[in-house]
């Protein structure tokens, strides 16, 4: 019988440097979805906050820091990323382990809001788009999570499935951007 090995979503893909930015994958941690019964929501920021130190985040919003953040991911929808969910928290919400079902990268550098204008049709400029903000939106052809880390980085989160699209479409962009410079 074979044996079986372990492989990270873009084992083999990343990383990638184009010029002064970056991409490359990121140890999230566990990532489970976690979605408040009705009328539980207040009560699960509450819990979530003392077992994890983050609220649950507003639409459009991410909460905490890396390695243990809250991110928004659609009506009623959080994303628990890096922390495995407090026993606790079972008691307010339906959680479910979704950690290989995601890939989860940083584009970062000078320019990776350029790169993600080609991309994304969300101004992403940092007038508009903070820290503690996120969006679920289309990165070209596939839904990503975006939400910004630092300055100039990005967290972005797609289907494990769709990281090879992912890389080829980033990296694309990335060189379109290097050669404008």
Not at 112 to 128: C, G, N, T
């Amino acid at each position: 019988m074979g044996e079986l090995i372990a492989k990270t979503p873009c084992e083999g893909l990343l990383p990638l440097n184009v010029g002064a930015i970056s991409l490359h994958e990121v140890d999230a941690g566990a990532i489970y979805s976690v979605t408040p019964f009705k009328g539980h929501r207040e009560a699960l920021s509450q819990v979530l906050k003392s077992a994890h130190g983050m609220t649950c985040p507003a639409a459009n919003r991410a909460t905490g820091k890396a390695g243990a953040r809250a991110i928004w991911f659609g009506h009623s929808a959080i994303m628990l990323v890096g922390p495995t969910p407090d026993a606790s928290l079972f008691e307010h919400a339906a959680i479910v382990d979704q950690s290989d079902a995601w890939a989860v990268v940083r584009l970062e550098g000078a320019g990776a809001e350029d790169v993600l204008a080609r991309l994304v049709p969300v101004d992403l400029r940092p007038a508009h788009f903070k820290r503690g903000h996120t969006a679920r939106s289309l990165l070209f052809h596939m839904t990503a999570s975006i939400t910004p880390v630092g300055d100039t980085a990005f967290q972005i989160m797609v289907f494990r499935s769709m990281v090879g699209s992912l890389v080829h479409d980033l990296k694309r962009a990335m060189e379109g951007v290097a050669a404008r410079g």
